[in-house]
């Protein structure tokens, strides 16, 4: 089936650390990317969406500046954590599409630790 | 995208059946019904979806009101695997235009031996 990999998988760095954590989808294209955030016992909160080629739409409340987001291409997708913090300790989670109407798959997301 | 209700919590003894509800009162005919599931420490996984009719696959069926205003995710035989937090969500898919999968806080499900 579908695969999305995300990678590191766990990070633990000092505050002030800009982090990069990508997402690849492995055997199809993904037009579309999303990225979610999820702090302990909570659920999943969607961050932004990306299209290849387009820059990223953030939910509000989402700092774009913060958060940086790349959709290269159609298989790959980077969030970038400038400048960390400890209050920005979560989980982040890459999913992906592509245009055809198949469900919306996951990767196994990063763990993110700022001291 | 519609809300949807779920219980907070479920249990199931190892190898029967579980039926995992989930209200949608207020959705909208172009909205599909999705289900994923979360294991500790991973990310979502894709379960099954439907939009009017009953539904199977490897994994679970997905039983559909005639109203299409509740669903039923059925796991016709619970492994202690099966132990995670599950998620119905509805999400718009029609034309070439698709919603945002928006979590809620699912159901989660414990599995006894």
């Known amino acids: 089936g579908a695969v999305v990999s995300q990678h590191p998988s766990r990070v633990i760095c000092k505050s002030g650390t800009s982090v990069k954590i990508e997402c690849r989808s492995l055997?199809?294209?993904?037009?579309?990317m999303f990225w979610y955030r999820q702090f302990p016992k909570q659920s999943l909160m969607l961050m932004a969406t990306?299209?290849?080629?387009?820059?990223?739409?953030?939910e509000q409340g989402v700092e774009k500046d913060k958060f940086l987001i790349n959709h290269a291409s159609l298989t790959l997708s980077t969030l970038t954590v400038t400048s960390a913090h400890p209050e920005d300790s979560s989980f982040y989670i890459c999913?992906?599409?592509?245009?055809?109407?198949?469900?919306?798959?996951f990767g196994d997301g990063t763990r993110l630790s700022i001291l | 995208d519609a809300k949807t209700t779920q219980p907070n919590s479920m249990e199931s003894n190892e190898e029967e059946p579980v039926h995992l509800p989930c209200n949608h009162s207020?959705?909208?005919?172009?909205?599909?019904i999705h289900w994923y599931r979360q294991l500790p420490s991973q990310g979502p996984e894709y379960v099954i979806h439907?939009?009017?009719s009953n539904v199977n696959n490897r994994m679970a069926s997905l039983a559909i009101a005639e109203d299409r205003k509740s669903s039923t995710l059925i796991l016709h035989r619970a492994t202690l695997r099966d132990a995670a937090v599950y998620y119905c969500?509805?999400?718009?898919?029609?034309?070439?235009?698709?919603?945002?999968?928006?979590f809620g806080k699912g159901t989660k499900l414990s599995v006894k031996p």
């Open positions: 999913s992906a599409r592509n245009r055809g109407g198949q469900p919306q798959h």
């Open positions: 055997d199809f294209q993904a037009t579309t």
């Open positions: 990306s299209n290849e080629g387009s820059k990223a739409t953030y």
């Open positions: 207020t959705i909208s005919g172009t909205d599909y």
């Open positions: 439907g939009l009017t």
């Open positions: 969500i509805l999400r718009t898919n029609y034309g070439g235009s698709q919603g945002n999968l928006i």
